[in-house]
């Protein structure tokens, strides 16, 4: 069974970047894309990005159109989220998502 692992969040200031990534325990060879999603307490989870495997589309929620960018790096069994200009309210925890399986997530807060 895949499972994935979230990784690179932090603390980052208003206006910083950071780059997430979600790497899975297997190649993942069909078609099926991955999800980034976030979450904050009391709030429903919120999608974030999707890329299918040959990077042919991707697609971004409005509020983080034109600052974060998804990749997938086939050769590392990783899906990247690029995450520029980086709001506080962007602070959530994290959540890449294939098919059924979903990471255990990781906390980004942007803070001064």
């Known amino acids: 069974q895949v499972q994935l692992v979230e990784s690179g969040g932090g603390l980052v200031q208003p206006g910083g970047s950071m780059r997430l990534s979600c790497t899975a325990s297997?190649?993942?060879?069909?078609?099926?894309?991955v999800y980034w999603y976030r979450r904050v307490p009391d709030k429903e989870r919120e999608f974030v990005a999707f890329?299918?495997?040959?990077?042919?589309?991707?697609t971004y929620a409005t509020a983080v159109s034109g600052r974060f960018a998804v990749s997938w790096e086939n050769t590392k069994n990783t899906v990247y989220l690029q995450m520029n200009n980086l709001k506080p309210e962007d602070t959530a925890k994290y959540y890449c998502?294939?098919?059924?399986?979903w990471g255990l997530g990781t906390q980004v807060t942007v803070s001064p």
């Open positions: 297997e190649t993942i060879f069909d078609m099926d894309g």
């Open positions: 890329v299918n495997k040959n990077n042919a589309s991707t």
């Open positions: 998502n294939w098919r059924q399986t």
